[in-house]
Each structure stands twice: as C-alpha cells, then as structure tokens.
C-alpha cells in the first residue's frame, strides 16, 4: 500500500487488454488496515531474536557487466532487480553464493556490496560458496585464512554488514565433515560465523563450532533447542526446494509451522537453479547431452524466472513471501499481548495446530486479534 494511505475498503477492477482493447474485467477490493507490521519477525522462542526468509541465491555480478540469462552472472541491473525483488517481499536474509575470487578480491567484492546494500540487504551477510574457510590443520594455512576473513569482514563493515558468515562445505557427512573443525574454530576465534546445511548427527559432530546450521532432514528432528542453548541458530531447506507451482506448500512449511517448532527460519534452493531456468527439461536434457542416464533428475529450482532487465516472481515465491507476513502479524499480536494481555487471544493462540490450519483465516484472526487488542 502507498505510505499514507486511509484504512478502509478500496474497490475496483483489474481490466485484461489485448490488442488495445479490454477482454475482460476482474473486481478488486483492497483493505487497508490501521496498523503497521513490525519490520522484524520475532521468533517463537524468544522475541529477542529475529525469524528471517532468505534463499540460497546464486545470482552474482558479471565481470565484464554483460547481462545473461544464467543464474551465475548477470547485469548490475538484472542483480539489483533480483535482489530488490526479494527485499521487496520480505526474504531479506538469502545465502549468497558468491565465488572466493569475488569475496577475496577488493574490487568485486565492493561492487557486490554496493548492489546488496542498494537492493535493502542490512546488517548481517550471509556467504553460502563452500571455499571460504577450507579444512586445512596447516598453521600457516589457518593465518592466512584468518587474514583472507578479516579483511573481508571490514570491507563488508564499510557497507553496513556487521556480522558476516561465511559456508563450509555443503551437504558434507561423515570425516569430510569433522575435518573443517579446526578451520572452524580459527575462522571463529576472528570473528567470523559459520554457515553450512547439516543432516541429523550435525549437532553431535560439529555443532560447537556451526552458528548456523541449514537444516536438511525433516523438521522435526531437528531439535533447535539444543542449537540456542549455545547461542546458535537453525534454519530449513529442502521441504521443499524451488519448483512446484503450490504456494500454500511454502506458506505452510516455512511459515508459522517452521516458526511454532523453534527455527530461527527459512531458507531453501533456490532463487534461479543451474541450467536453463525457464526450461523445466533442461537437467534431464543436460545429462542426455552428457551421455548421462536421466534417472531421478531435479526439474529446474526456480524461485524468480530472469528476464533481461529483472525478474519474473513464481508462485512458489509469493507463498515464501506470504510465510514471513503471517509471523510479522503474529509478531504484532504478540507485542500487544505482551504490552496488554488477553486471555481469550491467549486461549486462542494456543489452540491452533500450524500443521494443518487454513492460513489464509489464520491471517484474518491475527487481524481482527490486533484489532481487538490495541
């Protein structure tokens, strides 16, 4: 809604036009509420603590500032339409997938910085290449990395990104695993944090040294209050990734039913997945070419179709958009709550089951509760 604007019901239409004329008429009606969400989503455990939407998001800028169709590289006009996109709709904290030599080289690295920083990316940076922080047990190896981490971690202070977590190696199991341990440990002692995806022995294995773990089995596993008693952080993937065409599926699964079981969020794969984005056959057509049987194969993991000056949103991204404003509403209810209780609101909340509630008249009772008790 415009800043400004008078609560209340405005009604219209949406007109369809083809070739100059209209084909047909849609009406509209629009409420306006007379509150305004909270710009930060707290999360079930404690209100301290933000609940965030992020994606893992390969889209980076090209060298030469070429735009391209790929999910790799693309124009600085195509990246910051992307990125807006998603600050727009509230996935503020994606998993960047930006390469080492971009990272770790000053020029790059600042023009990445400067597009995110445009886009409304703020204070925490999440870096989600796998070549960051490495494995290595070689002290001198351990200094240089130290120093590689540092000087990224200022120059992303520059721009406004206090906190910075750079990825280990992802998906990892078993001694690949436990082997980044002590790399780990060196990259925290400077001040960096950890960020990688995990499976169900992760905590057991490395969960000192993880502050933030991307979950991958099914959520309830998990255990998150394990992860926040020493301080660290659990978000989800996975369930599922980028591809059906179901918001509800997203709006439920990393919505209030992710935020009701203690995870500090959501963030699956991906923005724009390899291959050729708007070709769902492209995977399977890439491993034919390969000479590759087909087998199990992905279809394309698209949140945000590119086009040449930005992006086409899915469904599937408005459901992930509708998640994170269910919790800012019930963000808001609960700061009322917390300032004014109600016992019958009370009551409420609690008897709701997130995993198999109507969401869209959950949002509703959340608005007419913050009414009721402002």
């Given amino acids: 809604m415009p800043k400004g604007a008078k609560p209340g019901t405005y ?30 989503a707290e999360t079930a455990y404690d209100p301290e603590r933000n609940y965030t939407m992020g994606l893992y998001t390969w889209t980076a800028l090209s060298a030469d500032g ?10 600085r006009a195509q990246v910051l339409a992307t990125y807006r996109t998603m600050v727009e709709n509230g996935v503020t904290s994606p998993a960047l997938i930006w390469p080492g ?14 597009v995110a920083r445009e886009a409304g990316f703020r204070e925490t940076l999440y870096l989600g290449w796998s070549s960051y922080i490495g494995n290595s047990t070689d002290p001198q190896e351990l200094k240089a990395m130290q ?13 406004g990104f206090g906190q910075v977590y750079f990825y ?18 060196a990259a925290r002692q400077v001040g960096a944090k950890t960020i990688v995806s995990g499976y169900r022995d992760q905590f057991e294995r490395v969960g000192r040294e993880l502050d933030l773990c991307v979950w991958n089995e099914e959520p309830e596993s998990a255990r998150p209050e394990q992860w926040h008693a020493l301080g660290h952080r659990l978000w989800k993937y996975g369930t599922p990734q980028a591809g059906p065409e179901n918001p509800d599926l997203y709006r439920r699964n990393y919505g209030l039913f992710l935020w009701n079981m203690g995870f500090d969020g959501g963030n699956t794969y991906c923005e724009t997945s390899g291959g050729v984005a708007w070709n769902d056959l492209a995977p399977a057509q890439l491993r034919i070419k390969a000479g590759k049987p087909v087998g199990h194969c992905y279809r394309s993991e698209t949140m945000l179709y590119p086009t040449t000056d930005g992006v086409v ?14 919790i800012r509403y019930m963000t808001k209810l609960r700061q009322q709550l917390r ?36």
């Fill in 11 to 40: 009604k219209g239409a949406v007109e369809f036009v083809q070739g100059g004329a209209v084909v047909a008429k849609a009406p509209l009606a629009v409420e306006v509420l007379p509150f305004a969400l909270p710009e930060r």
């Fill in 66 to 75: 070429s735009g391209s169709m790929t999910p790799f590289v693309r124009s």
């Fill in 101 to 114: 030599n971009v990272v770790f080289d000053d020029r790059r690295f600042r023009e990445h910085l400067d």
């Fill in 147 to 159: 120093k590689r981490l540092v000087h990224a971690m200022e120059i992303a202070r520059e721009y």
């Fill in 168 to 185: 280990g190696f992802d998906e990892a199991k078993g001694d690949k695993l436990v082997s980044q341990l002590k790399a780990w440990h």
């Fill in 313 to 326: 949103e899915t469904l599937s991204f408005t459901g992930l958009a509708s998640a994170i404003k269910d």
């Fill in 339 to 374: 300032a004014k209780p109600n016992a019958a609101a009370q009551e409420w909340l609690g008897s709701l089951d997130y995993s198999t509630a109507d969401l869209a008249s959950v949002r509703r009772q959340l608005v007419d509760w913050i009414l009721k008790t402002r």
